[in-house]
């Protein structure tokens, strides 16, 4: 694996062993001591062409527990501002000396642009390309979603846990992914890679908020939220957030009204109470409590929300171990 640029590229040993890697690195954060030497003396530069706080915060604590320096790279007050291209940006990072790159940006394909031969030649990771794809998201969850799914009957006689699931895969589960798939890299890089791990992904969406040739993606789709919950009795349930920000963008008018929204597409007390016992809910925020998701439910027990933040770490030490440090084998740490 030379970069991480799409879960879609993944193979199921690849997805399996960042799990496991991911697993080993959440070890560690139960330390007095949590930092570990493995990436001294090299330089990872994170650069986002997009606002974010959780995933380039989350970026910059992973590369530090290992030791790494970091550079943190804004479009907003830099030479980008004043029209220099993405190209001449990369090679001012190559210049620089830049042994890795964590590149969110508002154009879907500029992480594929940066990671082709002769123009950096360092790991590129994708942190988020317009709607198009954002891999470590997709791992947290993934690895969220084995953490609590692995007492099941596919791994008998565990508890969830830090190390629950080792080895395993999501063979069987059932997850949906509700809310706004149109505008969602989330969404892309989960259908892909939980296909991958062997789980069932239902889409839930209004008609409007589904993508064309959602046909062809390994999913099914389901225009009716609560005969999902009753009828397929999910393992899981992931609201996503509905990016009004990009709806203005495109004239608005995916759906009448926030509150017929909610009504219909929103995880509220109700529908609740309609999830078998051991099923959870997820969210890769921020959220938007009132809209897709009530209070009740973000703060309810089932909910792992703010869990997804503290694997977000340990799934990015895991990126940068595997790409910069490893000879592609679970970490011993």
């Not at 470590?136 to 690895?143: G, N, S, Y």
């Not at 939220?225 to 009753?230: A, E, K, P, R, V």
Request: glycine fraction near 8%; aromatic fraction near 4%.
């Amino acid at each position: 694996m030379r970069h991480l640029l799409s879960t879609k590229d993944l193979s199921h040993e690849e997805a399996v062993l960042l799990l496991d890697t991911t697993a080993a690195m959440a070890a560690t954060q139960g330390r007095e001591i949590k930092k570990l030497p493995t990436l001294r003396g090299r330089t990872v530069v994170n650069l986002f062409f997009e606002d974010s706080t959780r995933t380039r915060i989350s970026f910059e604590t992973a590369a530090k527990r290992l030791s790494a320096d970091v550079i943190n790279f804004s479009a907003k007050g830099s030479s980008v501002s004043k029209g220099e291209s993405l190209k001449d940006t990369a090679l001012t990072l190559k210049a620089m000396g830049a042994d890795a790159v964590v590149v969110r940006h508002h154009a879907s394909g500029a992480p594929h642009f940066l990671a082709q031969p002769g123009l950096l030649d360092v790991p590129v990771i994708n942190a988020g390309d317009g709607t198009h794809q954002h891999p470590t998201q997709a791992l947290l969850d993934a690895f969220t979603l084995r953490r609590h799914l692995a007492n099941t009957s596919a791994n008998p006689g565990q508890v969830p846990g830090v190390d629950a699931g080792v080895g395993h895969d999501l063979a069987g589960r059932k997850i949906a992914i509700v809310g706004d798939v149109l505008h969602s890299r989330v969404a892309r890089a989960n259908v892909a890679l939980l296909a991958t791990l062997g789980a069932h992904v239902t889409l839930v969406a209004p008609p409007t908020l589904v993508p064309v040739g959602v046909h062809t993606w390994p999913c099914s789709v389901s225009y009716d939220f609560t005969s999902t919950l009753t009828q397929w009795q999910p393992d899981a349930v992931m609201m996503l957030r509905v990016q009004r920000e990009r709806m203005s963008a495109a004239g608005g008018g995916f759906f009448p009204s926030p509150a017929e929204y909610s009504r219909q597409y929103g995880l509220d007390a109700a529908r609740l109470q309609m999830l078998a016992d051991h099923a959870i809910v997820l969210h890769p925020g921020p959220m938007n409590r009132g809209l897709e998701i009530s209070a009740q439910a973000a703060d309810s027990p089932r909910s792992v929300i703010v869990e997804q933040v503290a694997n977000g770490v340990a799934a990015r030490m895991a990126v940068l171990y595997l790409l910069l440090a490893s000879e592609q084998t679970p970490a011993t740490v």
